[in-house]
Every structure is written in C-alpha cells, then in structure tokens.
C-alpha cells in the first residue's frame, strides 16, 4: 500500500503560480510512476503530468510549458510547479502513484492503483 497526501492548493489570480506538493509513504518502492491528475466540476478527471522513476516526464498539451513535474526520491515527494495558472486550471488536483511502469500505462484514468485525497486550486480571472 502507499498512502498519498497532496498539499499546496489555493486561490490565486490569472497569471499566478503555485507548487502542489504529494508525499508519499508506505510501500514506496513499488511506484514505478507517479503522476498529477485534475477534475473541474463536471467534467472527467484528467492526467496532467507523470514522471518515471528514471526522470522522464510527459505532460498533457494543456498544460505543456506552463507546468513541471518533479520528485525528491529522498523525501518521497512528489511536485507540481504550476506557473501562468488560467481560470480553465481550476479544479481539484490528485496525486497519483501506479506499479506499472509509466511507458506502459495505455489508460491513465484506469491503471493508477493509489490516490490522494486530492487538493483544490482556484485560479481567478
């Protein structure tokens, strides 16, 4: 089992940025990728980003160039630097972590095995 734990959402105006932040503890050394999801109201939750446990990363086009996933190994951590945040970014952001590597995840909504509770941004025009 590996227990997630998101922080680092709020309210911020068009423009602005913010760094969400996942820890993660348990069985760690069964991740082989982690990722950020987001899900506005009414809409399906969505991949944002997900990085392997080499460093590669690969992100949606939505947010290619504004966002930058990263992860401190030594502090499970896992991170979301959001920059040039829009009103279209608000929703609720999930950290994710997944036994398979991230090359073969064909599904991401389906084939993450754990999550976070998930932490709100709001971005404000």
């Known amino acids: 089992q590996v227990h997630l734990v998101e922080s680092g959402g709020g309210s911020v105006q068009a423009g602005g940025s913010l760094r969400l932040s996942c820890v993660a503890s348990?069985?760690?050394?069964?991740?082989?990728?982690m990722g950020w999801f987001r899900q506005a109201p009414g809409k399906e939750r969505r991949e944002v980003a997900s990085?392997?446990?080499?460093?590669?990363?690969n992100y949606a086009m939505f947010v290619k160039g504004r966002f930058t996933i990263s992860k401190d190994n030594a502090e499970n951590t896992l991170y979301l630097q959001m920059n040039s945040l829009q009103p279209e970014d608000t929703a609720m952001y999930y950290c994710?972590?997944?036994?398979?590597?991230?090359?073969?995840?064909?599904?991401?909504?389906?084939?993450?095995?754990?999550w976070g509770q998930g932490t709100q941004v709001t971005v404000s025009s």
């Open positions: 990085i392997d446990n080499k460093g590669m990363t």
């Open positions: 348990g069985d760690t050394h069964t991740s082989a990728c």
């Open positions: 994710a972590a997944s036994t398979t590597p991230c090359y073969y995840i064909a599904s991401p909504e389906d084939e993450y095995d754990y």
